[in-house]
T-cell receptor, first 114, second 114 residues
Framework: AQKVTQAQTEISVVEKEDVTLDCVYETRDTTYYLFWYKQPPSGELVFLIR??????QNEISGRYSWNFQKSTSSFNFTITASQVVDSAVYFC???????????FGKGTKLSVIP | SAVISQKPSRDICQRGTSLTIQCQVDSQVTMMFWYRQQPGQSLTLIATANQGSEATYESGFVIDKFPISRPNLTFSTLTVSNMSPEDSSIYLC???????????FGPGTRLLVL
């Protein structure tokens, strides 16, 4: 069975601080995909990144960066110099190769205080 | 990514009634998915809807309660039948993304059942 754990339920930071959202996953598959989605207060789910299990390179996109470590089954997400617009619930998710079934974590609510 | 719209964006319904939610995508996709997100919770897959075949329901969800139609490659509906307050949730549709295994989500339908 697959499982995604986001231990941080809520995080509050002051604007311009860096923040890391943790994601730990469990799977018996050797090939799988990891995702991060952002859900702002309006409710839509915004795709941020997909990473496959064979690519452990860290990725940076503007103020966002992702640290994938297979050894610890973690796929953490860092926002640098946070902004109020980053306030949202962030979901980490997992799927096996060849499947569209997503297993979501419970989400981390990030509040960025001006 | 595909542009996905949902109607209605929100609704308040009376117990015992039914609501049909529409999902429209701007390009042809084989697979569409329906999710439920109960208040403060993560997303749970209700069913997978492929054009030309019966929807495949996840454990805990049945066709009588959540009938789904998929008449063509750009459109699907989810009906929430005989509603109770426990059905108050955000209902989201998603579609497969190009490149496999990625899903893109619609803006969601916020449903409140009184």
């Amino acid at each position: 069975a697959q499982k995604v754990t986001q231990a941080q339920t809520e995080i509050s930071v002051v604007e311009k601080e860096d923040v890391t959202l943790d994601c730990v996953y469990e799977t018996r598959d050797t090939t799988y995909y990891l995702f991060w989605y952002k859900q702002p207060p309006s409710g839509e789910l915004v795709f941020l990144i997909r990473r496959n299990s064979f690519d452990e390179q860290n990725e940076i996109s503007g103020r966002y960066s992702w640290n994938f470590q297979k050894s610890t089954s973690s796929f953490n997400f860092t926002i640098t110099a946070s902004q109020v617009v980053d306030s949202a619930v962030y979901f980490c998710a997992l799927s096996r190769a060849g499947s569209y079934q997503l297993t979501f974590g419970k989400g981390t609510k990030l509040s960025v205080i001006p | 990514s595909a542009v996905i719209s949902q109607k209605p964006s929100r609704d308040i319904c009376q117990r015992g009634t039914s609501l049909t939610i529409q999902c429209q995508v701007d390009s042809q996709v084989t697979m569409m998915f329906w999710y439920r997100q109960q208040p403060g919770q993560s997303l749970t897959l209700i069913a997978t809807a492929n054009q030309g075949s019966e929807a495949t329901y996840e454990s805990g969800f049945v066709i009588d309660k959540f009938p789904i139609s998929r008449p063509n490659l750009t459109f699907s509906t989810l009906t929430v039948s005989n509603m109770s307050p426990e059905d108050s949730s955000i209902y989201l549709c998603s579609v497969e993304g190009r490149g496999g295994e990625t899903q893109y989500f619609g803006p969601g339908t916020r449903l409140l059942v009184l």
